[in-house]
């Protein structure tokens, strides 16, 4: 059976993930792709439910290896009921955020330890990856204060501006060890940005 695309956006939150995802979905369906989209945490109705607990901005006590057990759990569900399933039928996911989120976020931003981090989330894939991971690099302050403009902002987009710099950095340093994440500059133009986009799709069609 034909194995589909399976796309990823990584970035700080209010890097502008939503609108690159259509983006991609609108060239993509030129090309005769079919879509679909999802998100973490969350995409299953139990991943939904976890992702209500992890972002509730009343859990301010949740531990940091609480955290990160909870995020590979909504993973694994995510995985077996809804991207291996797509992927199978040869459609093409887009997925804001993925694995590389849990390693920067509570690998470094909650200094539980990259590799402690990678070793419950690849528990929780069972060997399912992505074809392409774009990170969307632009400063964190600058993204996350027009986030909380939007909607105030969840638990862990209420953190301190030196917790979002920590997990900016941490992306930097991953991404140097990881090949398939690639750098896209999101605050250029929404044409540059598309056209940079573009370019990293093309060499996996």
């Not at 956006?9 to 679909?36: C, F, N, R, W």
């Not at 969350?42 to 991943?47: L, S, V």
């Not at 993204?143 to 301190?160: P, V």
Request: with cysteine; hydrophobic share 35%.
């Amino acid at each position: 059976m034909k194995k589909g695309l399976f796309i990823v956006l990584e970035g700080p939150d209010g890097a502008g993930k939503s609108t690159v995802s259509e983006m991609i979905a609108q060239y993509l369906q030129q090309k005769g792709h079919e879509i679909e989209f999802t998100r973490e945490p969350g995409g299953t109705p139990i991943g939904e439910k976890i992702r209500g607990i992890v972002l509730d901005n009343e859990n301010t006590e949740m531990a940091g290896t609480t955290e990160a057990l909870l995020y590979a759990a909504s993973r694994a569900q995510h995985v077996s009921e809804k991207i291996r399933p797509i992927l199978m039928s040869g459609k093409t996911l887009i997925c804001e955020r993925f694995y590389h989120s849990s390693l920067v976020y509570q690998g470094i931003g909650r200094k539980l330890g990259v590799e402690k981090v990678r070793s419950i989330n690849e528990f929780a894939i069972e060997g399912t990856y992505p074809d392409l991971v774009l990170f969307l690099d632009i400063d964190p302050a600058e993204a996350l204060s027009r986030k909380k403009s939007l909607d105030g902002g969840d638990r862990l987009e209420q953190e301190h501006v030196s917790f979002h710099m920590d997990v900016y950095n941490g992306y930097k340093e991953i991404i140097k060890i990881s090949p398939e994440i690639k750098v896209i500059n999101a605050s250029k133009s929404k044409e540059e940005v598309f056209n940079s986009v573009i370019e990293q799709l093309e060499r996996i069609l």
